[in-house]
Nanobody
Framework: QVPLVESGGGSVQSGGSLRLSCVAS????????LGWFRQAPGKEREWVGSIATSSRNTYYAGSVKGRFTISQGNARNTAYLQMNSLRPEDTAMYLC??????????????????WGQGTQVTVSS
């Protein structure tokens, strides 16, 4: 069973918006952080941003700050990535990931041990 499931990807033109969703399951004790990563063909996986599930504090990579917003649903196992002012360089597979409760910092990519399978975002110029 895949612990996290993403949805909401698609194709948009430059300047457009998309909203991705992530639903986490399969971990009885809950998750301390929900994060978004992306990976473009031929490039390394890049951390996009995270939310701490208890405080709802959010953290962003410099490349998306001011354009992307992470939020959490009423349930602590749901997270959203609102992406505005999309650019062709935002094209990638977007993956949701989670840190176990008490498992470490939300901004340390190495702490993310639960992963979804990803949803594709394509931005055309």
């Amino acid at each position: 069973q895949v612990p996290l499931v993403e949805s909401g990807g698609g194709s948009v033109q430059s300047g457009g918006s998309l909203r991705l969703s992530c639903v986490a399951s399969g971990y009885t004790y809950g998750y301390g952080c929900l994060g978004w990563f992306r990976q473009a063909p031929g490039k390394e996986r890049e951390w996009v941003g995270s939310i701490a599930t208890s405080s709802r504090n959010t953290y962003y990579a410099g490349s998306v700050k001011g354009r992307f917003t992470i939020s959490q649903g009423n349930a602590r196992n749901t997270a959203y990535l609102q992406m505005n002012s999309l650019r062709p360089e935002d094209t990638a597979m977007y993956l949701c990931a989670a840190v176990a409760l008490g498992g470490g910092s939300c901004i340390d990519p190495r702490k993310y041990t639960y992963w979804g399978q990803g949803t594709q975002v394509t931005v055309s110029s």
